[in-house]
């Protein structure tokens, strides 16, 4: 029998939120863990979802600390960002981590779902960047995190469980 591992970082709940959607279509005795529960060595399993937020244009800080010792021979990454998942900086943040595997680790695919920004964050930012920055306010970026805090939603769950469902067929 395969045995899975669904791990995950989440800031706002957003991740947490895929995560569980991931885990409920794969065997019941499959864990859902945040990262700081993650085990010792991941060599037992035969996958492990990993679920990250996307942090200054990178996977956040827990993330980066636990790839390189991601011993799975078989790993499924997922991420949410602010951002559009179509987007082209979204692309870019799942292939950098994507790159930070290590050897002999076999991505079997990776999901992108739009999540809420922390408004706390958007707040920072707001002071941080002038208007007319690519980060300060404008009604373009008041229309961004109004679409963002609208996820992840119903579809965006039922599309990360056809992403695990698709893992799957793969193993």
């Not at 010792?40 to 492990?48: G, L, Q």
């Not at 942090?55 to 951002?83: C, H, Q, W, Y």
């Not at 082209?88 to 079997?108: F, I, N, R, S, Y």
Request: glycine share 4%; proline share 9%.
């Amino acid at each position: 029998m395969s045995k899975f591992l669904v791990l995950y970082s989440s800031q706002t709940g957003n991740t947490k939120q895929v995560a569980e959607a991931i885990a409920a279509c794969l065997p019941r005795e499959t864990a859902c863990l945040p990262l700081a529960e993650a085990p010792n060595s991941f060599a037992e399993f035969d996958c492990v979802f990993l679920g990250f937020w996307v942090d200054r244009s990178k996977a956040d800080a827990k993330t980066l600390e636990i790839l390189p010792r991601l011993d799975a021979k078989n790993v499924a990454l997922f991420m949410t960002l602010g951002a559009s998942p179509a987007s082209p900086h979204a692309a870019k943040c799942m292939d950098e981590t994507a790159k930070l595997l290590p050897p002999g680790t076999v991505c079997q695919g990776t999901f992108i779902c739009q999540g809420k920004i922390d408004p706390k964050v958007i707040e920072m930012m707001y002071k941080m960047f002038p208007p007319g920055s690519p980060h300060g306010q404008s009604p373009e970026r008041d229309a961004l995190h109004a679409e963002a805090a609208k996820h992840p939603n119903p579809t965006d769950l039922a599309n990360a469980q056809n992403f695990a469902n698709e893992v799957l067929l793969k193993l």
